[in-house]
Protein backbone atom coordinates (compact mmCIF):
# COMPACT_ATOMS: atom_id res chain seq x y z
CA UNK A 1 0.00 0.00 0.00
CA UNK A 2 2.87 2.38 -0.86
CA UNK A 3 2.27 4.68 -4.37
CA UNK A 4 5.81 5.34 -6.42
CA UNK A 5 4.85 9.10 -5.28
CA UNK A 6 5.24 8.26 -1.63
CA UNK A 7 8.14 5.87 -2.09
CA UNK A 8 10.40 8.72 -3.59
CA UNK A 9 9.27 10.94 -1.03
CA UNK A 10 11.06 9.12 1.68
CA UNK A 11 13.92 8.44 -0.35
CA UNK A 12 14.26 12.39 -0.20
CA UNK A 13 14.12 12.10 3.44
CA UNK A 14 15.99 8.80 3.83
CA UNK A 15 20.13 9.65 4.85
CA UNK A 16 21.57 8.32 1.89
CA UNK A 17 19.22 9.74 -0.83
CA UNK A 18 21.01 13.43 -1.33
CA UNK A 19 24.88 11.61 -0.85
CA UNK A 20 24.62 9.30 -3.56
CA UNK A 21 22.68 11.94 -5.90
CA UNK A 22 26.30 14.30 -4.80
CA UNK A 23 28.00 11.46 -5.35
CA UNK A 24 26.57 10.90 -9.38
CA UNK A 25 26.69 14.42 -10.18
CA UNK A 26 30.75 13.96 -9.11
CA UNK A 27 30.81 10.85 -11.25
CA UNK A 28 29.13 12.76 -14.11
CA UNK A 29 31.24 16.42 -13.73
CA UNK A 30 34.72 14.60 -13.79
CA UNK A 31 33.51 12.66 -16.99
CA UNK A 32 32.38 16.22 -18.48
CA UNK A 33 35.65 17.80 -17.43
CA UNK A 34 37.65 15.40 -18.60
CA UNK A 35 36.78 15.23 -22.04
CA UNK A 36 36.66 19.14 -21.88
CA UNK A 37 40.24 18.63 -20.94
CA UNK A 38 40.88 16.36 -24.14
CA UNK A 39 39.18 18.72 -26.27
CA UNK A 40 40.99 21.84 -24.97
CA UNK A 41 44.43 19.66 -25.07
CA UNK A 42 45.81 21.13 -27.78
CA UNK A 43 44.17 24.38 -28.28
CA UNK A 44 45.87 27.33 -26.97
CA UNK A 45 43.57 29.09 -23.91
CA UNK A 46 44.88 32.59 -24.66
CA UNK A 47 44.43 35.20 -21.93
CA UNK A 48 42.70 32.55 -19.84
CA UNK A 49 45.33 30.09 -19.62
CA UNK A 50 46.47 32.19 -16.48
CA UNK A 51 43.81 30.52 -14.60
CA UNK A 52 44.92 26.86 -14.78
CA UNK A 53 47.34 26.14 -12.34
CA UNK A 54 50.02 22.76 -13.87
CA UNK A 55 52.00 21.35 -11.87
CA UNK A 56 52.72 18.09 -14.65
CA UNK A 57 51.51 14.54 -14.73
CA UNK A 58 53.19 13.29 -11.16
CA UNK A 59 52.21 16.85 -9.28
CA UNK A 60 48.39 16.18 -10.63
CA UNK A 61 48.78 12.74 -9.04
CA UNK A 62 50.15 13.70 -5.89
CA UNK A 63 47.16 16.45 -5.84
CA UNK A 64 44.60 14.77 -6.25
CA UNK A 65 45.45 11.72 -4.57
CA UNK A 66 45.81 13.83 -1.58
CA UNK A 67 42.77 15.00 -1.85
CA UNK A 68 40.83 12.04 -2.74
CA UNK A 69 42.69 10.43 0.68
CA UNK A 70 42.35 13.28 3.06
CA UNK A 71 38.18 13.65 1.93
CA UNK A 72 37.63 10.41 2.75
CA UNK A 73 39.13 10.27 6.16
CA UNK A 74 37.41 13.47 7.04
CA UNK A 75 34.03 11.82 6.06
CA UNK A 76 34.96 8.52 7.72
CA UNK A 77 35.56 11.39 10.70
CA UNK A 78 32.15 12.75 9.92
CA UNK A 79 30.09 9.95 10.20
CA UNK A 80 31.61 8.83 13.49
CA UNK A 81 30.38 12.27 15.21
CA UNK A 82 27.02 11.81 13.34
CA UNK A 83 26.68 8.41 15.14
CA UNK A 84 27.79 9.82 18.19
CA UNK A 85 25.53 12.15 18.02
CA UNK A 86 22.88 10.26 17.33
CA UNK A 87 23.61 7.70 19.99
CA UNK A 88 23.61 10.87 22.67
CA UNK A 89 20.25 11.90 21.26
CA UNK A 90 18.47 8.86 21.07
CA UNK A 91 19.37 8.10 24.86
CA UNK A 92 18.96 11.67 26.45
CA UNK A 93 15.96 13.07 24.47
CA UNK A 94 14.41 9.80 22.95
CA UNK A 95 14.85 7.47 20.24
CA UNK A 96 11.71 9.07 18.50
CA UNK A 97 14.00 12.30 17.47
CA UNK A 98 16.99 10.67 15.43
CA UNK A 99 14.59 10.52 12.51
CA UNK A 100 15.34 14.81 12.66
CA UNK A 101 19.11 13.69 12.12
CA UNK A 102 18.65 11.17 9.37
CA UNK A 103 16.47 13.93 7.20
CA UNK A 104 18.61 17.18 8.60
CA UNK A 105 19.87 18.28 4.83
CA UNK A 106 22.98 19.60 6.67
CA UNK A 107 24.42 16.61 7.74
CA UNK A 108 23.62 14.67 4.41
CA UNK A 109 24.85 17.24 2.54
CA UNK A 110 28.08 17.47 4.04
CA UNK A 111 29.00 13.57 3.99
CA UNK A 112 27.44 13.83 0.41
CA UNK A 113 30.25 16.83 -0.27
CA UNK A 114 33.00 15.01 0.97
CA UNK A 115 32.18 11.43 -0.61
CA UNK A 116 31.65 13.39 -3.70
CA UNK A 117 35.20 14.76 -3.90
CA UNK A 118 36.86 11.50 -3.17
CA UNK A 119 34.49 10.04 -6.31
CA UNK A 120 35.86 12.80 -8.22
CA UNK A 121 39.72 12.71 -7.37
CA UNK A 122 39.76 9.34 -8.05
CA UNK A 123 38.00 9.59 -11.47
CA UNK A 124 40.35 12.46 -12.99
CA UNK A 125 42.99 10.73 -11.42
CA UNK A 126 42.77 7.67 -13.34
CA UNK A 127 42.44 9.53 -16.92
CA UNK A 128 46.08 11.29 -16.09
CA UNK A 129 48.88 9.44 -18.16
CA UNK A 130 52.39 10.27 -17.87
CA UNK A 131 55.54 10.79 -20.51
CA UNK A 132 56.48 7.27 -19.70
CA UNK A 133 52.90 6.23 -21.20
CA UNK A 134 52.09 6.00 -24.94
CA UNK A 135 50.36 9.16 -24.97
CA UNK A 136 50.86 11.89 -21.90
CA UNK A 137 47.69 13.77 -21.03
CA UNK A 138 46.46 15.79 -17.62
CA UNK A 139 43.34 17.29 -17.13
CA UNK A 140 44.52 20.69 -15.85
CA UNK A 141 40.90 21.89 -15.76
CA UNK A 142 39.75 19.18 -13.77
CA UNK A 143 42.43 19.30 -11.26
CA UNK A 144 42.07 22.84 -10.63
CA UNK A 145 38.44 22.01 -9.92
CA UNK A 146 39.63 19.56 -8.00
CA UNK A 147 41.81 22.23 -5.80
CA UNK A 148 38.51 23.94 -5.64
CA UNK A 149 36.67 21.39 -4.02
CA UNK A 150 38.89 20.96 -1.59
CA UNK A 151 39.02 24.43 -0.55
CA UNK A 152 35.12 24.26 -0.57
CA UNK A 153 35.02 21.09 1.80
CA UNK A 154 37.30 22.65 4.12
CA UNK A 155 34.49 25.85 4.68
CA UNK A 156 32.19 22.40 4.35
CA UNK A 157 34.04 20.97 7.41
CA UNK A 158 33.69 24.22 9.56
CA UNK A 159 30.08 24.61 9.11
CA UNK A 160 29.37 20.73 9.58
CA UNK A 161 31.12 21.23 13.07
CA UNK A 162 29.22 24.49 14.18
CA UNK A 163 25.97 22.74 12.60
CA UNK A 164 26.75 19.44 14.65
CA UNK A 165 27.32 21.39 17.99
CA UNK A 166 23.91 23.51 17.39
CA UNK A 167 21.82 20.50 16.49
CA UNK A 168 22.06 18.56 19.85
CA UNK A 169 21.37 21.50 21.89
CA UNK A 170 17.96 21.46 23.86
CA UNK A 171 16.57 24.86 21.51
CA UNK A 172 17.54 23.84 18.33
CA UNK A 173 15.65 20.10 18.78
CA UNK A 174 12.59 21.03 20.59
CA UNK A 175 12.32 24.20 18.01
CA UNK A 176 12.06 21.63 14.75
CA UNK A 177 9.69 19.44 16.37
CA UNK A 178 7.81 22.29 17.36
CA UNK A 179 7.83 23.34 13.09
CA UNK A 180 6.45 19.79 12.85
CA UNK A 181 3.88 20.20 15.19
CA UNK A 182 2.51 23.70 13.58
CA UNK A 183 2.64 22.56 10.31
CA UNK A 184 0.54 18.67 11.02
CA UNK A 185 -1.59 21.38 13.02
CA UNK A 186 -2.41 24.01 10.25
CA UNK A 187 -2.65 20.77 7.69
CA UNK A 188 -5.58 19.09 9.65
CA UNK A 189 -7.38 21.75 11.90
CA UNK A 190 -7.16 24.58 9.05
CA UNK A 191 -8.05 27.91 10.69
CA UNK A 192 -10.61 28.05 7.75
CA UNK A 193 -12.54 24.45 6.94
CA UNK A 194 -12.19 23.09 3.39
CA UNK A 195 -15.01 23.66 1.28
CA UNK A 196 -15.65 19.89 0.81
CA UNK A 197 -15.93 19.04 4.37
CA UNK A 198 -19.33 18.31 6.26
CA UNK A 199 -20.60 16.36 8.74
CA UNK A 200 -19.70 12.86 8.89
CA UNK A 201 -22.06 9.82 8.39
CA UNK A 202 -21.82 6.45 9.65
CA UNK A 203 -22.24 3.68 6.99
CA UNK A 204 -24.36 0.78 8.08
CA UNK A 205 -23.62 -2.55 9.11
CA UNK A 206 -23.89 -4.19 5.89
CA UNK A 207 -21.17 -2.42 4.43
CA UNK A 208 -18.33 -3.98 2.68
CA UNK A 209 -15.32 -4.20 4.99
CA UNK A 210 -11.71 -3.50 3.62
CA UNK A 211 -8.70 -5.59 5.35
CA UNK A 212 -5.06 -4.45 5.04
CA UNK A 213 -2.45 -6.34 2.97
CA UNK A 214 0.79 -5.26 4.73
CA UNK A 215 1.03 -4.72 8.68
CA UNK A 216 2.77 -1.35 9.88
CA UNK A 217 2.29 2.41 11.07
CA UNK A 218 -0.45 4.39 9.26
CA UNK A 219 1.91 7.31 8.01
CA UNK A 220 -0.42 8.52 5.29
CA UNK A 221 -4.09 8.52 4.12
CA UNK A 222 -4.57 10.38 0.46
CA UNK A 223 -8.01 11.81 1.29
CA UNK A 224 -8.08 12.91 -2.81
CA UNK A 225 -7.39 9.69 -3.79
CA UNK A 226 -10.01 7.98 -2.09
CA UNK A 227 -12.69 10.94 -2.90
CA UNK A 228 -11.94 10.57 -6.44
CA UNK A 229 -12.12 6.57 -6.39
CA UNK A 230 -15.42 6.78 -4.40
CA UNK A 231 -16.84 9.62 -6.81
CA UNK A 232 -15.73 7.14 -9.92
CA UNK A 233 -17.44 3.93 -8.62
CA UNK A 234 -20.26 6.10 -7.04
CA UNK A 235 -19.23 4.49 -3.60
CA UNK A 236 -19.17 6.49 0.08
CA UNK A 237 -16.12 4.98 1.84
CA UNK A 238 -15.93 5.44 6.24
CA UNK A 239 -12.11 5.27 7.20
CA UNK A 240 -11.52 3.43 10.53
CA UNK A 241 -7.62 3.88 10.81
CA UNK A 242 -5.88 7.34 10.59
CA UNK A 243 -2.01 8.57 10.24
CA UNK A 244 -0.51 7.02 13.42
CA UNK A 245 -2.93 4.00 13.63
CA UNK A 246 -1.34 0.43 13.85
CA UNK A 247 -2.43 -2.25 11.53
CA UNK A 248 -2.09 -5.98 11.54
CA UNK A 249 -2.48 -7.44 7.96
CA UNK A 250 -5.90 -8.57 7.39
CA UNK A 251 -7.20 -6.09 9.86
CA UNK A 252 -10.15 -3.87 8.56
CA UNK A 253 -9.01 0.06 7.23
CA UNK A 254 -12.41 1.24 6.29
CA UNK A 255 -15.71 0.29 4.98
CA UNK A 256 -17.39 1.21 1.93
CA UNK A 257 -21.02 0.73 0.46
CA UNK A 258 -22.16 1.21 -3.24
CA UNK A 259 -19.82 -0.63 -5.88
CA UNK A 260 -18.58 -2.91 -4.04
CA UNK A 261 -15.73 -4.26 -6.34
CA UNK A 262 -12.38 -5.69 -5.68
CA UNK A 263 -10.48 -2.79 -7.68
CA UNK A 264 -12.45 -0.49 -5.34
CA UNK A 265 -10.83 -2.16 -2.35
CA UNK A 266 -7.62 -2.32 -4.20
CA UNK A 267 -7.98 1.62 -4.42
CA UNK A 268 -8.72 2.49 -0.49
CA UNK A 269 -5.61 -0.11 0.36
CA UNK A 270 -3.36 2.06 -2.22
CA UNK A 271 -4.32 5.04 -0.73
CA UNK A 272 -3.42 4.17 3.11
CA UNK A 273 0.26 4.28 3.48
CA UNK A 274 2.17 2.18 5.78
CA UNK A 275 5.40 1.84 6.79
CA UNK A 276 7.68 0.92 10.00
CA UNK A 277 7.64 4.02 11.67
CA UNK A 278 5.60 6.69 12.41
CA UNK A 279 6.11 10.10 10.84
CA UNK A 280 4.65 13.88 11.71
CA UNK A 281 3.16 14.49 8.19
CA UNK A 282 -0.40 13.95 9.24
CA UNK A 283 0.11 12.30 12.91
CA UNK A 284 -0.46 15.32 14.94
CA UNK A 285 -0.44 12.49 17.74
CA UNK A 286 3.17 11.74 16.57
CA UNK A 287 4.03 15.33 17.11
CA UNK A 288 2.58 16.02 20.51
CA UNK A 289 4.23 12.85 21.35
CA UNK A 290 7.62 13.70 20.69
CA UNK A 291 7.87 16.61 22.59
CA UNK A 292 6.33 14.91 25.20
CA UNK A 293 8.59 12.40 25.71
CA UNK A 294 11.54 15.37 26.00
CA UNK A 295 9.53 16.77 28.75
CA UNK A 296 8.91 13.52 30.09
CA UNK A 297 12.72 12.00 30.29
CA UNK A 298 13.63 15.11 30.84
CA UNK A 299 12.08 14.79 34.24
CA UNK A 300 13.21 11.28 34.82
CA UNK A 301 15.65 11.36 38.01
CA UNK A 302 18.38 9.83 35.38
CA UNK A 303 18.24 13.04 33.69
CA UNK A 304 16.79 15.57 36.59
CA UNK A 305 16.88 18.61 33.81
CA UNK A 306 13.64 20.47 34.67
CA UNK A 307 14.59 23.15 32.20
CA UNK A 308 14.51 21.04 29.35
CA UNK A 309 11.08 20.02 30.43
CA UNK A 310 9.66 23.09 30.52
CA UNK A 311 11.64 24.26 27.20
CA UNK A 312 9.74 21.18 25.90
CA UNK A 313 5.65 22.46 27.19
CA UNK A 314 6.88 25.89 25.99
CA UNK A 315 7.10 24.58 22.60
CA UNK A 316 4.00 22.31 22.94
CA UNK A 317 1.91 25.73 23.73
CA UNK A 318 3.27 27.20 20.14
CA UNK A 319 0.75 24.53 18.81
CA UNK A 320 -1.66 23.41 21.32
CA UNK A 321 -2.93 26.81 21.82
CA UNK A 322 -3.63 28.05 18.25
CA UNK A 323 -5.13 24.15 17.81
CA UNK A 324 -7.34 24.83 20.19
CA UNK A 325 -8.88 27.88 18.89
CA UNK A 326 -9.38 26.68 15.54
CA UNK A 327 -12.86 25.46 14.39
CA UNK A 328 -13.80 21.74 15.25
CA UNK A 329 -12.96 19.71 12.41
CA UNK A 330 -15.72 18.20 10.28
CA UNK A 331 -15.18 14.67 9.06
CA UNK A 332 -16.68 13.81 6.20
CA UNK A 333 -16.15 14.87 2.54
CA UNK A 334 -17.58 15.44 -0.18
CA UNK A 335 -16.99 15.48 -4.06
CA UNK A 336 -16.89 18.55 -6.35
CA UNK A 337 -20.79 17.60 -7.42
CA UNK A 338 -21.46 17.85 -3.58
CA UNK A 339 -22.07 14.41 -2.94
CA UNK A 340 -21.08 12.68 0.30
CA UNK A 341 -17.93 10.04 -0.54
CA UNK A 342 -15.74 10.22 2.41
CA UNK A 343 -15.25 9.77 6.11
CA UNK A 344 -11.94 10.13 8.09
CA UNK A 345 -10.74 9.53 11.14
CA UNK A 346 -9.32 12.41 13.24
CA UNK A 347 -8.15 12.73 16.88
CA UNK A 348 -10.33 15.71 19.10
CA UNK A 349 -8.22 18.00 21.01
CA UNK A 350 -9.26 16.77 24.13
CA UNK A 351 -7.75 13.18 23.21
CA UNK A 352 -4.60 15.39 22.63
CA UNK A 353 -4.43 17.29 25.55
CA UNK A 354 -5.37 13.89 27.67
CA UNK A 355 -2.22 12.58 25.91
CA UNK A 356 0.02 15.18 26.91
CA UNK A 357 -1.49 15.64 31.00
CA UNK A 358 -1.69 12.11 31.61
CA UNK A 359 2.07 11.57 30.47
CA UNK A 360 2.52 14.82 32.89
CA UNK A 361 0.99 13.14 35.81
CA UNK A 362 2.18 10.25 35.30
CA UNK A 363 5.67 10.77 35.61
CA UNK A 364 6.51 14.20 36.66
CA UNK A 365 5.03 14.63 40.11
CA UNK A 366 8.56 14.37 41.81
CA UNK A 367 9.58 17.88 39.89
CA UNK A 368 7.68 20.50 41.03
CA UNK A 369 8.93 23.16 38.46
CA UNK A 370 8.01 20.80 35.68
CA UNK A 371 4.38 20.59 37.17
CA UNK A 372 4.34 24.56 36.93
CA UNK A 373 5.10 24.37 33.26
CA UNK A 374 2.45 22.19 32.86
CA UNK A 375 -0.21 24.24 34.52
CA UNK A 376 1.04 27.13 32.56
CA UNK A 377 0.35 25.44 29.50
CA UNK A 378 -2.92 24.12 31.10
CA UNK A 379 -3.94 28.08 31.43
CA UNK A 380 -2.94 28.67 28.25
CA UNK A 381 -5.00 26.51 26.41
CA UNK A 382 -7.83 27.22 28.73
CA UNK A 383 -7.53 30.66 28.50
CA UNK A 384 -7.35 30.77 24.72
CA UNK A 385 -10.17 28.09 23.05
CA UNK A 386 -13.42 28.70 21.85
CA UNK A 387 -14.53 25.70 23.06
CA UNK A 388 -16.22 24.25 26.06
CA UNK A 389 -15.71 20.44 25.75
CA UNK A 390 -11.81 21.62 25.09
CA UNK A 391 -12.34 24.43 28.53
CA UNK A 392 -13.82 21.09 30.36
CA UNK A 393 -10.86 18.92 29.31
CA UNK A 394 -8.42 21.11 30.73
CA UNK A 395 -10.10 21.61 33.95
CA UNK A 396 -10.21 17.92 34.37
CA UNK A 397 -6.82 17.56 34.14
CA UNK A 398 -5.81 20.62 36.04
CA UNK A 399 -8.12 18.54 38.82
CA UNK A 400 -6.39 15.64 38.64
CA UNK A 401 -2.90 16.91 38.65
CA UNK A 402 -3.96 18.61 41.93
CA UNK A 403 -5.19 15.90 43.65
CA UNK A 404 -2.06 13.20 42.02
CA UNK A 405 0.25 15.95 43.34
CA UNK A 406 -1.14 17.00 46.39
CA UNK A 407 -1.43 13.69 47.74
CA UNK A 408 2.39 12.41 46.88
CA UNK A 409 5.64 12.45 49.05
CA UNK A 410 6.86 15.78 47.62
CA UNK A 411 7.75 18.77 50.17
CA UNK A 412 4.71 20.78 51.83
CA UNK A 413 6.00 23.64 50.47
CA UNK A 414 6.05 22.48 46.75
CA UNK A 415 2.57 21.19 47.32
CA UNK A 416 1.33 24.10 48.62
CA UNK A 417 3.46 26.25 45.72
CA UNK A 418 2.08 24.15 42.74
CA UNK A 419 -1.41 23.76 44.20
CA UNK A 420 -1.71 28.11 44.08
CA UNK A 421 -0.36 27.73 40.20
CA UNK A 422 -3.21 25.18 39.58
CA UNK A 423 -6.40 27.32 41.78
CA UNK A 424 -5.28 30.23 39.77
CA UNK A 425 -5.05 28.63 36.55
CA UNK A 426 -8.53 26.78 37.24
CA UNK A 427 -10.09 30.25 38.35
CA UNK A 428 -8.84 31.84 35.06
CA UNK A 429 -9.67 29.13 32.72
CA UNK A 430 -13.25 29.03 34.47
CA UNK A 431 -13.39 32.74 33.99
CA UNK A 432 -13.21 32.88 30.34
CA UNK A 433 -16.33 30.38 30.83
Known sequence: MTSFKTRVLRARDSFWFLPAMLGVAALIVAQALVMLDRYLDSTALGSWGFLLYRVGASGSRDILGAIGGSMLAVAATSFSITISVLATASSTYGPRLVRNFMSDRGNQFVLGIFGATFLYSLMVLRSIRSDTDAMTFVPDIAVNVAVLLAVVDVAVLVYFIHHIADSIQVSTLSARVRGELVAVTDALYPKKLPDEATGARTLPATALAVGSDASGFVVRVDENALIAAASKAGSVVEMHVRAGSHVIEGENIASFTGNTSDAMAKEIRDAVVLD????????????????????????????????TARNALAELAVGMVPLATRPAPLLGRNDADGHYRLTISLPSVPELIDQVFDAIRQYGLGNPPAVIAAVDLARRIGTATIHDEIRVAVVRQLTALRSAFGGGDADPIDVDTCCKHIDVATSAINAKA
Open 276 to 307: ATRTPSQDIEFAIQQLTEMAVRAMSPSTNDPY
